[in-house]
């Protein structure tokens, strides 16, 4: 990594827990500064504006919390374990660093204006990658979908729709982890019946 992609590393890292603390709109390119350790000059050498920086620093954070997720779907275990630990990476990496901010809905409303296309992309290759998941197990029936008469695809896309209503709730002040535990929790519990019936 060149000294300047560390700079610029080092100011995301930076970035982040002053856009929690204060929200986008009350945060300043001074703050960020101040909080990365250098000039005003030299973060606008780096990052053009607030709003290049933020996009950046979402570019940075899809991209990070894909490879884990990757990452928990190719590990051991069966197929809703991986699931699992692919959906809780997404979460950890994207949804909790925002959701305990008292702005998070603007975070989340800033993101979807800034990096609409690094979300909307990140969220279709989680549904891709869920979706493969889910193939493979069915093709060596660890799971059958035949009853619930669905695909992969369908499925990977519902489980991928709760997980953002479950994330909606949460910034609404529900728990995210337990919500999430237990709406995988009804999940494999249709499919372990559903296969168990097949």
């Given amino acids: 990594m060149s000294p300047s992609d560390q700079k610029s590393e ?3 890292d930076a970035a982040l827990p002053v856009f929690v603390r204060h929200g986008f709109r009350k945060t300043s390119m001074a703050d960020i500064a101040r909080a990365a350790g250098i000039s005003r000059a030299s973060l606008y050498l780096s990052f053009s504006s607030k709003e290049e920086l933020f996009r950046a620093g979402s570019a940075r954070a899809h991209a990070k919390t ?6 928990a779907l190719d590990s051991d275990g069966d197929v809703l374990s991986r699931i699992e630990l692919a959906i809780a990476a997404f979460q950890r990496d994207l949804i909790v660093p925002f959701a305990s901010s ?3 809905a603007e975070l989340f409303d800033t993101n979807m204006a800034l990096a609409k296309d690094i979300a909307v992309a ?12 889910l193939a493979e197990a069915q093709a060596t029936s660890a799971i059958t979908l035949d009853a619930l008469n ?23 002040g529900q728990n995210l982890v337990e919500d ?19």
């Fill in 102 to 104: 008292a702005d998070a």
């Fill in 150 to 172: 669905s695909t992969p695809a369908d499925l990977a896309a519902i489980i991928v729709a709760a997980m953002e209503g479950i994330k909606d709730a949460q910034v609404a």
């Fill in 180 to 198: 999430t535990r237990l709406f995988l929790r009804l999940l494999r519990q249709a499919l372990t019946r559903n296969s168990q019936a097949g």
């Fill in 66 to 71: 894909m490879r884990s997720v990757e990452a």
């Fill in 10 to 12: 080092a100011i995301l």
């Fill in 122 to 133: 990140a969220r279709a290759r989680l549904v891709a990658l869920l979706a493969r998941a």
